[in-house]
């Protein structure tokens, strides 16, 4: 099997972050019960019980048996939780095992990676490389876990959240910044320490001058397009994006409510008001396109967005120059300082906190707090070949999705960076997603 070649790590860190997404995985089910653990049949969701067994199928697809050569744990895993194989729609009908089962499968699991591991200090490439595909694939799942709680109207997950800062008021971070024109390697490096598949590989794109907001479209500014009637101004959608608001008869972001005279939103179980100057979430691309035309902006292009993320200004030069970095304020991975990540926070917070996190051009949140709509329609770089998890990129470039960029608050700090990119179809509101925008037409300089 053909693997990118990644730097080797200690094992004992690949272990730590192996029980650390275990951990996660627990937290983020616990006080659910069976019935809650199935919920509903969603086209958006799966059902939790099923997602917690697929996990633990995939370290031993990927890591026990196509590496280790090892025989299924049991007969009929396939058939249950091969989402390759399994069809979405059928997943609620599966014999499952019941969750003590299934948790007894996990922590079978989950000892035979680590004992896989072995007793080297250092990892082999391989060893690195499959251990951390398939414990983002669990963060990647944690990830849906929180925001399936939020669609369920769930109790909100413990996650040792700091109630305290969620009292701060940071408020605004208002203006544009101007980026020059220049060549930039949009996608990552073989000497990247991790990349997905449809990163691959660095290509230079030519940027045009730019304008782009130093922060993402915040709840107040989107309820003045609500309360100005863009709901109801087709001019405004796109042709696709008003069917849509039509069929769903949507009038204003998902989980808001109009309470006397005062937005309030749905989280998860809890009615709570709206933080003005946090970013507005849980809107669709259609939503964030039709704000865009109501006030005259664009969303970025992807590669805007990346450059924006990742270059920063040299003195003297009208033009991009210098080196480009993994994250916005550098090649640090990310820590609580920088950025809304982990869970740690319990949702949203207001666009000018993390000042320590600010891009190089000056961007403040372009990691964490909400992920960010593009422009751009997820596509594979020239030159596309998929990684040993091929159903990861692949399946999905059929014109039908769009990328973002930059991860939420409940993205996991270790599986995202500027180059990562996520994608879904323009519907789905579901998804912790914001967006900032672009000046239509460039200042003069």
């Known amino acids: 099997m053909i693997f990118p070649k990644v730097l080797p790590l200690p094992t004992v860190n690949l272990v730590k972050m192996l029980r650390d997404a275990d951990s996660r995985t627990m937290d983020l089910i616990s006080g659910l019960n069976e019935q809650q653990l199935m919920g509903p049949q ?237 970013p507005v979430a849980h809107v669709s691309w259609f939503e964030a396109d039709a704000w865009c035309r109501w006030s005259a902006r664009r969303l970025p292009w992807e590669a805007e967005w990346e450059v924006a993320a990742s270059r920063t200004p040299q003195s003297g030069l009208n033009k991009l120059s210098g080196p480009e970095t993994r994250y916005p304020w550098g090649d640090k991975p990310p820590n609580q300082e920088y950025a809304n990540l982990d869970g740690a926070l319990g949702g949203t917070v207001d666009v000018a906190e993390f000042s320590e996190g600010e891009s190089g051009y000056g961007c403040r949140q372009m990691i964490g707090n909400v992920w960010e709509w593009t422009q751009s329609s997820f596509r594979p770089f020239e030159g596309f070949v998929a990684d040993p998890y091929s159903d990861y990129s692949e399946p999905w470039f059929d014109g039908r999705h769009a990328v973002l960029r930059g991860g939420s608050w409940a993205t996991r700090n270790r599986t995202i960076w500027n180059t990562f990119r996520n994608f879904y179809t323009c519907d789905r509101r579901d998804i912790i997603a914001g967006f900032r925008t672009c000046a239509l037409q460039m200042p003069e300089r």
């Open 42 to 278: 969603l086209d958006i969701v799966n059902p939790m019980l099923w997602e917690i067994g697929h996990i633990a199928w995939f370290y031993e697809k990927f890591i026990l048996r196509d590496i280790g050569g090892q025989k299924p744990v049991f007969d009929n895993v396939d058939s249950l939780y091969d989402s390759m194989a399994v069809p979405h729609s059928t997943r609620w009908d599966l014999n499952l095992p019941d969750l003590k089962t299934t948790i007894r499968y996990r922590r079978e699991i989950l000892e035979k990676v680590i004992y896989w591991l072995g007793l080297n200090e250092i990892a082999t490439s391989e060893h690195t490389y499959f251990t951390q595909l398939t414990t983002f694939h669990e963060d990647m799942h944690d990830e849906a876990f929180t925001y399936t709680r939020q669609t369920l109207r769930y109790p909100a997950p413990c996650l040792g959240v700091k109630d305290a800062f969620k009292l701060k008021v940071a408020g605004p971070f208002p203006g544009d910044i101007y980026i020059p024109e220049g060549v930039h390697m949009l996608g990552s490096s073989p000497k990247a320490p991790f990349y997905m598949d449809n990163e691959k590989w660095a290509h230079g794109y030519e940027v045009k001058p730019f304008s782009i907001s130093r922060a993402p479209v915040t709840n107040l500014e989107f309820a003045d397009f609500v309360e100005a009637g863009g709901y109801e101004r087709e001019k405004l959608w796109s042709k696709a994006g008003w069917n849509w608001r039509m069929q769903n008869g949507v009038k204003h972001p998902l989980y808001w409510i109009k309470d006397s005279k005062e937005w309030v939103v749905e989280n998860f179980d809890q009615i709570e008001m709206i933080r003005p100057h946090a």
